[in-house]
């Protein structure tokens, strides 16, 4: 249903795209996201883009670093990361999720209990 990839080992201050392929029931949800989880930490939220109006949210760490986009026709999920931190080591998962509106989706796009369909995950390392 969603098939991660992208992930690699990069050096800090460098950048990473990561992709994500949905297919089935994955593709016709409200929202895809990214979320991350570093050794001994538990998953956290990175950034989430509605399928249709493109409207986007990001963690705040994510912000100004990381862009999130979609490609409808593709029913493909991307997380461009820019000046990578070592701190931002960790396994990525792409989910998508079900909202009911935007409404909905603005207020509960943090909670990963609200992603129904979650990829294999992708390893992102970043060396100092």
């Known amino acids: 249903q969603l098939q991660a990839s992208g992930g690699g080992l990069v050096q800090a201050g460098g950048s990473l795209r990561l992709s994500c392929a949905a297919s089935?029931?994955?593709?016709?949800?409200?929202?895809i996201g990214w979320f991350r989880q570093a050794p001994g930490k538990e998953r956290e939220f990175v950034a989430a883009?509605?399928?249709?109006?493109?409207?986007?949210r990001y963690a705040d760490y994510a912000k100004g670093r990381f862009t999130i986009d979609r490609d409808n026709t593709l029913s493909m999920g991307y997380l461009e990361m820019n000046s990578l931190k070592t701190e931002d080591t960790g396994v990525f998962y792409c989910?998508?999720?079900?909202?009911?509106?935007?409404?909905?989706?603005?207020?509960?796009?943090?909670?990963?209990?609200?992603?129904?369909?979650w990829g294999q995950g992708t390893q992102v390392t970043v060396s100092s």
């Open positions: 989910a998508t999720g079900s909202f009911d509106n935007d409404f909905d989706y603005r207020r509960d796009y943090t909670n990963s209990r609200r992603y129904v369909y």
């Open positions: 883009v509605t399928w249709r109006s493109g409207s986007r």
């Open positions: 089935g029931r994955a593709a016709t949800t409200y929202a």
